[in-house]
């Protein structure tokens, strides 16, 4: 989470780094399952790079990475081993359905699938190679087996959740994984915990950043072999666990499982939130849950990272995500020109060594512009420097001669005591041309939640035309693996 500007470096080059300083130290560890030290991570990984080597893998070749929460320690070693040979990591999660998994490996052109010892043998492309994790370390290792990449070299090609259409794979190099790392031991990010829990899937963008956090913390990186709420509130409560990383739908469950109920949390003093924006409700809950702690809201995206904004949680500021870190902010008009402090437009971030789509000219030309990076969302920026967000471009509802923001209608029902979890889609409508349209998760006692109910609660927060006209209770809503609501299957419920 530091955010200086250094000399660009490599992936490898931050694990020899922190190898020299902390051998002993556990870098990664899934509770109850295993523990990875620095010594041991660069090791394995030097081995892992050797037997690519000797099966072929070349200097700039693809190599897929398909791994489930219970391999975090052998995700890190094959990841790290695939760049110390050169090559290009892509990791994949273990839940993508054959035909998804077919599609990256593919777009990619990749030249083998390493996998975790645990997962059975995954469908893929003809005549790709396939190898266990396990496999490669059991082989001989060999000092001094390949050329050290640059930090201009491509590092990492990682796929899109695909909310708005095919996956997109977005290719980052060493300089941008590893800008702003540390370059002193006294600088080492989250220097306040022994360790950092999260429960991020590998595969996503958040789950990247844990693993170059890994890297360029103080902290070990604790995660778990499965998510249970009752599991993570364990870890939360364990000594040690200073920092807690999660995503909206992992607070949903925590808040409403009860499983924090009775549990001291005053060792947890930061709370980070990202994936996508956390309502102003959901943030005080936290904030009451974690009296001690800051609850920090991160807005990025897998092709703007690592440039963000950070929002403390701020009563006075509900509804803003924050000021940019690490990068450059802007809201411009729809040709990039920038808008002054409190005009509506699209929401630009910059980053050093900015990513781009792999083999895709067209969608680069659309999302990358001079080092910028279009957000896809629409905002303002105050006269202090801080973003609201209005919502997505694809999610603005049209209604009549109004435009609604998703966001706030959503921000809204979050207030409700009866609601868990919400998302806001527009529907088709004869006469308006959409209709605003809300599907909830409703807490254990759903009969207080019809749709005159709602609207009457709503009737003080809300405008009319921002009004639900319809409402769908659902037991959980869509999500990909990165957290997010996919908006597209919920038109599709209702319409059925």
């Known amino acids: 989470m530091t955010t200086a500007t250094t000399v660009p470096r490599t992936v490898p080059d931050l694990l020899d ?15 109850g399952v295993a523990r990875l030290t620095f010594a041991e991570w660069s090791a394995h990984a030097g081995t892992v790079a050797a037997a690519l080597l000797r099966r072929g893998v070349r200097r700039g070749d693809r190599v897929g990475l398909l791994f489930g929460a219970r391999d975090w ?31 990256a490996l593919t ?29 490669l370390l059991a082989e001989a290792p060999v000092v001094g087996v390949a050329a050290a990449p640059g930090p201009g070299d491509l590092a990492q090609i990682l796929y899109t959740s695909g909310t708005t259409g095919r996956p997109k794979g977005v290719a980052a190099s060493h300089a941008n994984l590893t800008a702003g790392a540390p370059t002193h031991p006294r600088r080492l990010a989250l220097a306040h915990s022994e360790r950092f829990l999260h429960a991020f899937a590998i595969g996503t963008n958040a789950g990247q950043t844990m693993l ?31 920092t807690v990383f999660v995503v909206p739908s992992i607070a949903h469950e925590l808040l409403d499982s009860g499983a924090l109920d009775g549990r001291d949390t005053a060792g947890v003093q930061l709370i980070g939130s990202t994936a996508a924006p956390l309502a102003p409700a959901v943030a005080a809950r936290l904030a009451a849950a974690f009296p001690a702690a800051t609850i920090v809201n991160y807005y990025t995206s897998t092709e703007a990272a690592p440039a963000q904004t950070t929002m ?11 000021r940019p870190v690490g990068g450059r902010l802007m809201v411009a008009d729809t040709d990039g020109n920038p808008l002054p402090p409190g005009a509506t437009g699209e929401v630009w971030l910059r980053a050093p060594h900015p990513r781009s789509y792999y083999r895709d000219d ?65 529907v088709p409508h004869p006469v308006l041309g959409s209709a605003v349209a809300a599907a909830v998760v409703p807490r254990a006692d759903p009969d207080g939640l019809s749709l005159p109910a709602l609207r009457g609660f ?30 597209r ?8």
């Open 17 to 31: 780094w922190r190898t020299a300083l902390h051998p002993d130290r556990v870098a990664v560890e899934v509770h």
């Open 312 to 322: 403390v949680y701020d009563p006075s500021r509900r509804d803003a995500v924050g």
């Open 73 to 103: 320690t052998r995700f890190a070693v094959a990841y790290c081993g695939v760049l110390r040979a050169g090559g290009v990591a892509v990791p994949l999660s273990d839940r993508l359905a054959a035909g998804q998994l077919g599609y």
């Open 362 to 426: 067209a969608a680069n030309r659309v999302t990358f512009r001079a080092g910028w990076v279009r957000m896809g969302d629409v905002g303002r920026v105050d006269a202090d420097g801080y973003l609201y967000l209005t919502d997505r471009h694809q999610d603005v509802i049209k209604t009549g001669a109004f435009k609604v923001s998703t966001l706030e209608v959503e921000a809204a029902l979050h207030e409700h005591p009866l609601v868990a979890q919400a998302a806001v889609v527009g």
């Open 212 to 242: 170059l956090n890994a890297l360029t913390a103080k902290a070990t990186a604790l995660t778990l072999p499965h998510f249970t709420p009752a599991r993570f509130a364990r870890l939360i409560e364990a000594p040690g666990t200073g």
């Open 458 to 487: 709503l009737a003080d927060r809300l405008a009319d035309y921002q009004l639900p006209a319809r409402l769908l209770l659902l037991d959980e809503l869509p999500r990909n693996e990165g957290g997010k609501v996919l908006k």
């Open 489 to 496: 299957r919920l038109t599709d419920l209702f319409d059925n």
């Open 107 to 135: 777009h990619c052109a990749a030249t083998a699938l390493v996998h975790g010892d645990g997962t059975p043998t995954p469908p893929v492309p003809a005549g790709l190679p396939v190898w266990a994790c396990g496999d």
